[in-house]
């Protein structure tokens, strides 16, 4: 079992759709969990982190976090062309060795217009 | 400011040259990472520096030297390097290497594109 588990996609939305992407995890003592972005040929930008279940906004983006369930997920609303990136997630582990993240595959967003 | 730099953006080596990337950080943070990531793959680490003292090695070979000469800088020095190792090369940092009950978010520099020939 890896991991970090999402959706590979790709995931393909119109413009000003809102977008759902997946993560799962397999550690449950897992307590950060972080989502990048990355364009094509760039290095992944960081847009999200949430350590708290619930949901986290900022802007058009919202972190959702269960625990329980052990998922995080990443919601974009009014998605636009601009958006189209694949999307990282990473999580710690705890007790994990010191400053390791652990990413899974990425999703691979396209909205059109 | 996240601002993590590095250069070059671009490099061309043969398999006999030696080399070194760079990385700096005027964040005030104490931990740096070096990632490789290949084309449609996630990030591997590879180093982490914490204080200035390295934390991790990733196994990786020894054709790849860090080297931490003070809180904001990070290289890389390259030897030898094999056409494998052609990749995009990340540099990161944070706060520290962990907070109590988690871990401080990563930054990501812009990145070296290395090519051995």
């Known amino acids: 079992q890896k991991e970090v588990e999402q959706n590979s996609g790709p995931l393909s939305v119109p413009e000003g759709a809102i977008a759902s992407l997946n993560c799962t995890y397999s550690?449950?003592?897992?307590?950060?969990f972080f989502w990048y972005r990355q364009y094509s040929g760039k290095s992944p930008e960081l847009i999200m982190f949430?350590?708290?279940?619930g949901d986290k906004e900022d802007g058009r983006f919202t972190a959702q976090l269960n625990k329980a369930s052990q998922y995080v997920s990443l919601l974009i609303r009014d998605s636009q062309p601009s958006d189209s990136a694949t999307y990282l997630c990473?999580?710690?582990?705890?007790?994990?060795?010191?400053?390791?993240?652990?990413f899974g595959r990425g999703t691979q967003l396209t909205v059109w217009p | 400011d996240t601002e993590v730099t590095q250069t070059p953006k671009h490099l061309v080596m043969g398999m006999t040259n030696k080399k070194s990337l760079k990385c700096e950080q005027h964040?005030?943070?104490?931990?740096m990472y070096w990632y490789k990531q290949k084309a449609k793959k996630p990030p591997e680490l590879m180093f982490v520096?914490?204080?200035?003292?390295?934390?991790i090695n990733e196994s990786v070979p020894s054709r790849f030297s860090p080297e931490c000469p003070n809180s904001s800088l990070l290289n890389l020095h390259l030897h030898a390097l094999q056409p494998e190792d052609s990749a995009l090369y990340l540099c990161a940092s944070s706060r520290s290497i962990r907070a109590p009950g988690r871990s401080y978010e990563q930054y990501f520099g812009p990145g070296t594109r290395l090519t051995v020939t």
């Open positions: 964040m005030g943070h104490r931990a």
């Open positions: 949430i350590y708290s279940n």
């Open positions: 550690d449950r003592g897992s307590q950060s």
């Open positions: 520096y914490s204080y200035e003292k390295l934390s």
């Open positions: 990473a999580v710690n582990k705890r007790g994990s060795t010191l400053g390791r993240l652990y």
